[in-house]
């Protein structure tokens, strides 16, 4: 595993999932699980790294400074509610900002799709930036640690079923995933309300109905309902939404025996997916968040080997 290292792929920032080819993908995965292993990062020049999360979080944030801080690096706490952002200091102020006083690199997540255009190819800037998630956009680092995920269990991808199924057309894990399991061979299926599909998936897969899917898939990626993303919804049914589209126990004792079932969190229980599953034998539910921080830190790696610091060689 640790040969992975001489072929360590290097970026400046990592912002979309399609930016990374095949192999880039299975570098980042292959280095994750160096970690896992107890790899360890020696830097020899100090590295500064700021988390600018302005959307709540609990897994995505700390599971980066959790990376951070075991790859050694100096966090420089940032909360945007008290920052000049609420004086009305645009995105690319702050970054030049944290860039004058010697930060070397952002996470950043936004609730504003495409967010880092504001950021990328500015001269005045020489920040490493990571995109934690950009409103309905991407959530690259959610997307590597699934596929991360995905390889422990089966290893690899081609002809692997994989169906992603709820909130689709908010999901920023659905467009990062779909996008790369294409690519890695899997063949994919598509479930939950019609209203929040679009043809944009077609290309990637197939909609079915869930209980068309549950004997056939082999991993089932459920997806939390984003009602901060429906400002014009109705009163919403969870006990309707549950057993239309929810994976039920009814349905889970159908899936295939070596299927595993995922969500990216968090999860609204007896929703999305019944209480009793989080936990279960099938669930990758915390496997995902260990996995996580492995990821991070092959990502985190990458871009200081990117942009030459930490005195990495």
């Not at 979309?16 to 699980?33: C, F």
């Not at 360890?40 to 959790?66: A, C, D, G, I, W």
């Not at 992603?164 to 309300?193: C, K, W, Y």
């Amino acid at each position: 595993m640790m040969k992975v290292l001489a072929n360590m792929p290097e970026f400046q920032s990592i912002v979309s999932m399609q930016d990374l080819d095949v192999a880039e993908v299975e570098q980042l995965i292959g280095r994750a699980e160096d970690f896992k292993a107890g790899a360890q990062l020696k830097l020899t020049e100090p590295v500064y790294v700021s988390n600018l999360f302005f959307e709540n979080s609990t897994r995505t944030h700390t599971s980066f400074e959790m990376a951070e801080r075991k790859l050694g690096l100096t966090v420089i706490n940032f909360n945007p509610q008290a920052s000049s952002m609420s004086k009305g200091e645009t995105l690319h102020d702050t970054a030049l900002s944290l860039d004058a006083v010697g930060v070397n690199l952002l996470v950043v997540r936004h609730p504003q799709n495409d967010y880092y255009n504001e950021l990328l190819g500015h001269s005045d800037l020489s920040l490493g930036l990571i995109n934690a998630g950009d409103g309905s956009g991407e959530h690259p680092s959610q997307s590597l640690l699934d596929m991360m995920t995905i390889t422990e269990q089966f290893g690899g991808f081609t002809g692997l079923r994989v169906a992603i199924i709820g909130d689709l057309t908010h999901s920023r894990v659905a467009r990062s995933n779909m996008e790369i399991l294409q690519r890695l061979g899997a063949e994919l299926f598509f479930s939950g309300p019609r209203a929040w599909y679009s043809e944009e998936f077609a290309q990637y897969g197939t909609y079915l109905p869930i209980d068309d899917l549950v004997e056939k898939t082999d991993v089932m990626m459920l997806l939390r309902v984003q009602h901060e993303r429906h400002p014009d919804e109705q009163a919403f049914d969870t006990q309707a939404y549950f057993e239309r589209y929810g994976l039920t126990k009814e349905r889970a004792s159908r899936l295939p025996e070596q299927a595993i079932i995922m969500h990216p969190g968090p999860i609204n229980r007896n929703v999305e997916l019944a209480s009793e599953l989080v936990e279960g034998k099938q669930s990758r539910f915390v496997t995902q968040m260990q996995n996580g921080v492995y990821m991070r830190m092959a990502m985190l790696e990458s871009v200081l080997r990117g942009n030459h610091l930490g005195g990495l060689v």
